[in-house]
């Protein structure tokens, strides 16, 4: 009787079983799914949490080192550093995740076509993503932001149109190796379109290694939104947001009010953390020859 | 007849393989100053310009003409190196860059020179070592760098090494007010100093830029020390290091002649992304430590929303980071010889 129902494993528990047994091996990737359940959270529940409103000033009650009703400390006008960086957790992650979508679908698009027709929209393509990439990415960004104009939705912009490049190269060199490929030659003699044949033949086979970028990426766009609003780009002050919080506090750091920008500072360290754990993770998951 | 000298014809291609990416980058800051919301002539004119002045800013530009006919302007006067006026400064913005570079090259060139010597050593280490404290060291070496925001890495560091320890002195640009800054020959107060022959002063300007280029190594750090890693151990497992290890050619021989030379070539790569990654966080640092480099030039001009400052900045850079690859993909020749660009 067992033998029968060990053999008739489906494919499904296979590929379970492979993602169990990384995960196993490396604890690190458990913890990092730990980390990211936990940015998540805060993120969705952390604005109706917090035991302070994250605009609420106290004059009276500035500067104050953390204690236990205030467990980060005051900042210089008696707002709750706590309340403040937790409830900044939505604002950073939506920034960088709607930043990484859009160069998701928008580098996917353009790799799909680059990759599946070639001819003169590949090498336009490539012309315009090697223009993309010879600036210093966080400089265009900057520049970007400036020619558009002072707003979160223009740092969102910004992020998208450096990550992009990555993204669109990254699915061209996918769809091109497979659009020769036997399966794609049988859905096509099966009376499928080009863009049918594309986004159900082949693009989900550039999935799983777009995945481990997005993960990488997330990470590199909060760095980037933060770098951006630090510089004094994009959020506006009394904005709870981890960056332009670093800015303000680095104006106290001198005088030994370390709390300002510590905390801050760590939590924004933790998510690009988490998402460079995750990241590592899920390539040694799709790929696990490619770990260094 | 260039084909009689395959290095020179080499280095050709790739100094013609640079000219579209050039332009590329020139259309792209071209659109980057048009693009402003509104009317650019307004933003140009300044604050406080009456309907009159934007006018005549609109007609000095060249804003009536049309978008090609302003290009055509615009690399007209970037041929003649005028990046236009910068309105904060009242100077030329080409003349402002010029004048603060050489702090911003001084920092990232002292970071990318102390990341390079550790971490070239480190990733070597931890390649022939797998599995011991150096590779674990490496490891969260590597994640930790790519991890921390270098405004924050900047910020702590002063933190503990100004405010707490007392032996970095105050944040605040390249020289203490007690000191005069050293006659200006190369612009790098370090190399001016020296050639004076003013050590005091030398210290004083090394004292500054330590934890600037301590922060900046920090973060460039980690891309470096991976590569060498990676490529240190494909190159320890390929053949001819065995053939290399059975002919019984010492360890020192088999690691730096053979393996390091090889894996030299993914490492250089590496330095390409690391710059571009350099310029920018450069500009965070500066403006942590009130460094007097271009980085915080275009901060200050963001501000007061000197966009011709900022895009003069952005392009500079652009140009910069072009002219660091070619000089990069230059090296590769020099490193491997197999590689002739002919053959791509």
Excluded at chain 1, 248 to 272: D, H, K, Q, R, Y
Excluded at chain 2, 21 to 26: A, D, E, N, Q, W
Excluded at chain 2, 135 to 147: E, I, K, Y
Excluded at chain 2, 304 to 328: C, E, H, K, T
């Amino acid at each position: 009787m067992s033998d029968t129902t060990s053999t008739d494993l489906p494919r499904q528990e296979g590929t379970l079983d492979h993602v169990l047994y990384v995960l196993r091996a490396n604890p690190v990737t458990l913890i990092a799914f730990g980390m990211f359940a936990f940015l998540i959270l805060s993120a969705l529940f952390g604005p109706a949490l917090v035991p302070y409103d994250p605009l609420a000033t106290n004059a009276s009650n500035a500067l104050q080192p953390p204690s236990w009703a205030h467990w980060f400390g005051t900042d210089q006008i008696g707002r709750d550093v706590f309340s403040r960086v937790i409830v900044a957790t939505r604002l950073d992650l939506t920034i960088s995740v709607a930043a990484v979508a859009i160069s998701f679908v928008v580098g996917s698009v353009l790799g799909c076509i680059a990759g599946y027709w070639g001819g003169w929209p590949d090498i336009i393509l490539n012309r315009f993503l090697d223009t993309i990439m010879a600036f210093p990415l966080f400089v265009l960004a900057m520049g970007i932001v400036a020619a558009l104009g002072n707003t979160v939705e223009n740092i969102i912009y910004a992020t998208a149109i450096i990550n992009m490049p990555f993204y669109a190269r990254l699915v061209r060199s996918e769809v091109n190796i497979r659009r020769d490929a036997g399966f794609v030659r049988a859905a096509k003699l099966a009376g499928n379109s080009d863009i049918r044949v594309l986004a159900t033949q082949i693009f989900p086979n550039a999935l799983p290694p777009m995945m481990v970028q997005v993960s990488l990426n997330l990470g590199w766009a909060i760095l980037n939104a933060a770098g951006l609003s630090f510089i004094g780009l994009g959020v506006s002050p009394p904005t709870a947001e981890w960056g332009i919080m670093v800015a303000e506090g680095a104006n106290f750091i001198v005088s030994g009010e370390w709390w300002l920008a510590v905390f801050p500072g760590l939590w924004l360290m933790f998510a690009v953390f988490t998402f460079n754990l995750l990241g590592d993770g899920l390539r040694d998951i799709v790929d696990p020859r490619k770990r260094t | 007849m260039l084909t009689s000298f395959p290095r020179l014809r080499a280095i050709l291609l790739r100094l013609a393989q640079a000219i579209p990416v050039v332009i590329g980058v020139v259309v792209i800051s071209f659109l980057l100053t048009r693009a402003l919301p509104g009317d650019p002539a307004v933003y140009f004119a300044g604050v406080a310009a009456d309907e009159a002045s934007i006018e005549e800013t609109r007609v000095a530009m060249g804003l009536d003409k049309s978008l090609p006919v302003q290009f055509v302007r615009y690399v007209g006067d970037l041929l003649q190196g005028d990046l236009g006026q910068s309105l904060s400064s009242g100077r030329p913005v080409a003349t402002d860059l010029a004048n603060r570079l050489p702090a911003s090259l001084e920092l990232t060139l002292t970071a990318l020179i102390l990341a390079v010597v550790i971490a070239v050593p480190l990733g070597i280490l931890a390649a022939t070592r797998p599995g011991t404290w150096v590779d674990h060291l490496c490891r969260v070496v590597v994640t930790a760098g790519v991890s921390l925001p270098t405004f924050f890495t900047g910020i702590l560091l002063i933190y503990i090494f100004y405010y707490l320890m007392g032996i970095a002195p105050s944040p605040l640009g390249r020289l203490d007010f007690i000191y005069l800054s050293p006659d200006h020959v190369t612009g790098f107060y370090l190399i001016d100093a020296a050639l004076m022959g003013d050590w005091e002063t030398w210290r004083g300007a090394a004292k500054q830029l330590v934890l600037p280029a301590a922060t900046l190594a920090l973060f460039t750090l980690a891309p470096i020390a991976r590569m060498t890693r990676a490529a240190m151990l494909t190159a320890l497992s390929s053949d001819y290091i065995r053939t290399a290890k059975a002919a019984g050619l010492s360890n020192g021989t088999v690691l730096y002649r053979y393996a390091f030379r090889n894996s030299l070539l993914p490492v250089v790569t590496t330095l390409g992304m690391v710059f571009s990654f350099a310029l920018g966080a450069n500009v965070l640092v500066e403006k942590v430590f009130a460094w007097p480099g271009i980085g915080s030039y275009a901060v200050e001009a963001l501000v007061v929303s000197d966009y011709a400052a900022v895009q003069g900045f952005v392009l500079a850079m652009a140009l910069l980071f072009v002219a660091l690859n070619l000089v990069i993909d230059l090296l590769y020749t020099t490193i491997d010889p197999r590689i002739g660009f002919g053959a791509q």
